[in-house]
C-alpha cells in the first residue's frame, strides 16, 4: 500500500487523457502492463521526447509498476517508426537488466487510445464500455510513468512538459509549472501567424480554443500536453463553427449512406457496436421516438462511441459530422436514462489491419501537411509572473482549496486536497502569495 499512498499524496493523474487518478487504476492485479508511448494523435511531441530524454528513470518505474501489479508482461508500445526513442528504450532496458518489452506499432490513428492497443498488443477486445483491466490489462501513458517516479521519491506533480507545434518556426518543448497562462507560452514561442486559434492536445480530440478570450483564459494543467496553433482560418476552427441544428440537417440532406464511418471506425473493428451511419440516417427523427425501447434500437449504438473522431475527419467523403451526432445522441440516451446493453466478449474483424488509418494520410485530410517536422524540438522552460491552477484536474471530485488568500505557498506546496470518492490533490510548482480563489482556480503571484 505505501506505492499506491505515494501516488495518491503526490496527485498523480493520467497525463495523457481524460485524467483519471492513477492510485485507483493501479490498485489491481494485472498480466499485462502497457505503457503508452504512442502519442495517439499526429502533430505531439511530448511522449517521445520524455522517452529520449528518461529512458532509465522510465524503465526504472515500469519495473516497480510491474512488480507491484504483478504483471508477467512489461511492454512499452509507440510507433515503431520512433528509431531514436527505440534505441534509447532498449538501451535502458539493457542497462538495467530489465525485461520489459518494447512492441513497435504500426503508424496510424488512433493506436494511443488504450483499447486499440490493447488489442494491438494481446489481440483482446475490451468489452464495449469497459476497462483494460476486465482484460487483464493496465495501460499507463509514459508521462503518467514519470510523475509515479517522482511520486516514489516523495515529489508531487507540479510541473508540466507539453509541446508547442503547428504553425511555429520550429517545434518546441516546455517545462512549466501547472496552471501557467497558455498565451505566456505562446509569447515566448516562435509562431509563424499572428491571427491564430490554439487546440490544446491533438486535431482530432483536442480542446478548440478558438477565439482570443479562450486562449487568454487557458491555463497548464495536469493533462496538457501539447499546444498546436493553426491560422484562426483554418479548416479544423471552421468545423467547431457548426452549430447541432446545421449538423443534423446536414446529415439529414447529404449522407449518402456510404458506410464509410462505419467501416473504418476503429472501436467497431475491434467487434465494438459502433454504426454512426445508421445514426446520420436517423438523427433528424430523434424527436419523434416516444418509446424507449425504440429509441434504444435506433440509437443505442451511439454509446460505444469513443469520439476519436476518425469518422468525421478522415472517412467521410462529404465532410459531415458522425461524431458531432453521436456526441450528441449519447446526451439524449442519458436524459431519457438509457443504458443499452454491453457486449462482454467482443471479437475483432478478421479485416482489422486492413482498416488501419494511415496518420500521414490524415494529417494530409486535416490540412497540417505544412507543419510536419522531422526536426527535434529545443527544450525551453519558463516562470511566468502569475499561475492560475485549477482544482478540479481530473475526473472525479474537484480537490478542496487547503490555503486561502494572503498565504505565501513555496514549490511543492499542496493547495488543494482530495475529497473523499474519486479526487486528486493538487500542488503548486510555483512560490508566490495566494491572491485569489475563485471558479477558475487559485490564482498565486510572483
Known sequence: MEFIEAIKKAGVVGAGGAGFPTYVKLNAKAEYLIINAAECEPMIETDKYLCRTFADRIIKTVDAMGAHLEASHKIIALKAKYKR????????????????????????????????????????????????????????????????????????????????????????????????????????????????????????????????????????????????????????????????????????????????CTDLCPREVIGHDVKPHLIMRNVWRQAQITDNAEFERVFGHAANCSSCGACEMFSCPMGLSPRKMNDYVKGLLRERGIN??????????????????????????????????????????????????????HIGKPAAPVVKVGDKVAAGDLIAAAQEGLSANIHTGFAGTVTEIGPRGIRIVK
Open 85 to 260: 526513442e527505440i534505441e534509447a528504450l532498449e538501451a535502458a532496458i539493457k542497462a538495467a537488466g530489465s525485461d520489459v518489452i518494447v512492441c513497435g506499432m504500426r503508424t496510424y490513428y488512433p493506436a494511443g487510445d488504450e483499447q486499440i492497443m490493447v488489442q494491438a498488443v494481446t489481440g483482446r477486445s475490451v468489452p464495449e464500455r469497459g476497462l483494460p483491466l476486465n482484460v487483464g490489462c493496465v495501460v499507463v501513458n509514459v508521462g503518467t510513468v514519470l510523475s509515479i517516479a517522482d511520486a516514489l521519491e516523495d515529489t508531487p506533480v507540479s510541473m508540466k512538459y507539453l509541446s508547442v507545434t503547428g504553425a511555429v518556426k520550429e517545434p518546441t518543448m516546455w517545462r512549466v509549472p501547472l496552471g501557467t497562462p497558455i498565451k505566456e507560452i505562446l509569447a515566448a514561442a516562435p509562431l509563424t501567424v499572428t491571427d491564430y486559434a490554439v487546440i490544446m492536445g491533438g486535431p482530432m480530440m483536442g480542446k478548440m480554443l478558438g477565439t482570443k478570450e479562450l486562449i487568454e483564459n487557458a491555463v497548464v494543467t495536469k493533462t496538457t500536453g501539447n499546444l498546436l496553433v493553426v491560422p484562426a482560418d483554418h479548416y479544423l476552427v471552421r468545423r467547431t463553427q457548426l452549430s447541432i441544428e446545421t449538423m443534423m440537417h446536414q446529415a439529414a440532406s447529404s449522407c449518402i449512406q456510404c458506410c464509410q
Open 340 to 393: 443499452p446493453a454491453k457486449n462482454q466478449a467482443p471479437v475483432a474483424k478478421s479485416y482489422i489491419e486492413d482498416r488501419r488509418i494511415p496518420t500521414g494520410r490524415l494529417i494530409a485530410r486535416l490540412g497540417l501537411s505544412q507543419y510536419e517536422t522531422h526536426v527535434l524540438p529545443e527544450f525551453a522552460e519558463l516562470t511566468p509572473e502569475e499561475v492560475i491552477i485549477p482544482v478540479s484536474q
